[in-house]
């Protein structure tokens, strides 16, 4: 009687534990089919491989696969067992599931990981208001392949994403980065409105919005975006007077100049090429140029600027420090400005008159009449 009743009890527990794995079973099945599915393309890094890039390809459990391998010209490696692999194009994760299904010909379990141990040479072109448009390239001494990111921000060695630059993928050099090597901005130029142009690897040509005024004024780093190898910015001239723009400011900034060359001839104590802060006036250039001399005429001070279509624009002003930073009586100097110190009346008429008391002078100047 007591085995009999024990029996029925283990059966009423075996009945019950069957009733809840069943219903555990559909609650999963349930969750499984109303779970997103997995796309590849969404969590790849944007960094794509490319010719010169040397890349880690490593086999889970088998370090004895693990190989060191260079991208050739065409775009492939050369792997154990599978032959040549085009790479070129990819990401290190498509680069990876495009490994691991060659070798399931081969292997049981073949999950193969990929990471960039040295990043090719990164080539960009800067255009429009920089000191020194062009095309630029970093070669790998220059890039750390620790910052190569991926889309999850995640950390891991060498180049499968860091995760400090938010996952954008790229991360060896910045937009204000790009514009410090460029020369810096120019004092018109208008960072708010920079365009970016990335190719996608089907070769559409993107154009993406950049505003470091932004980041500037609210701390928005995500402006401040990674570049890949192949962009192109191109930084417009902002209109003048334009609105809740300071473009003084972003001469202060770490993307404009450190310092302006400009040249300031005639009467002043050390004439020839100063260096100026961004943002210098007029006064300023003449300060570092030693001061005008007691010959000078601080009332008769011109201004010559060339301007990008090739015309001169020149402007006559008074020199004086009381004037602060008025920009229509000290205006602000740009890179490659001429300041011209006139000598006053006065001295102008007693340098004659000394030069005429000169005999070798007035001999040189008569012969210069008669023509002999």
Partial sequence: MKLNLKLQRLFLSLGLAATAFQVDAQTISAGTAGTKKFELLESTSAYRLGAGDVIEISIQGMPEMTVNRSILTDGTVTLQMVGSVRLSGLSQEQASQEITELYRSYLKTPYTTVAVVQPRPLNVTVLGEVNRPGPYTLGSSAINPAFIGNS??????????????????????????????????????????????????????????????????????SQDKPLLDGDALVIPKAAPGKANYDSSLVNTTTFAPSTVEVKVVGDVNRPGFVNVVPGAVLTDAIVAAGGITDSGDPKNVQLLRLNADGTVTGVELEARLEQGRDPEKNPSLRKGDLIRVQRSFGSSVLKTVQDFANPLYLFTYLRSLLGR
């Fill in 152 to 221: 999850q921000g995640t950390s891991t060695k060498n180049g499968t994403g860091a995760g400090s630059i938010g996952g954008a993928g790229g991360g060896r050099l910045t937009v204000s980065q790009a514009l410090s090597l460029a020369g810096g901005v120019t004092e018109v130029a208008d960072v708010e409105n920079i365009t970016l142009v990335r190719s996608s690897p089907g070769g559409q040509k993107n154009r993406i919005a950049i505003n470091l005024w932004s980041m500037i004024q609210n701390a928005d780093t």
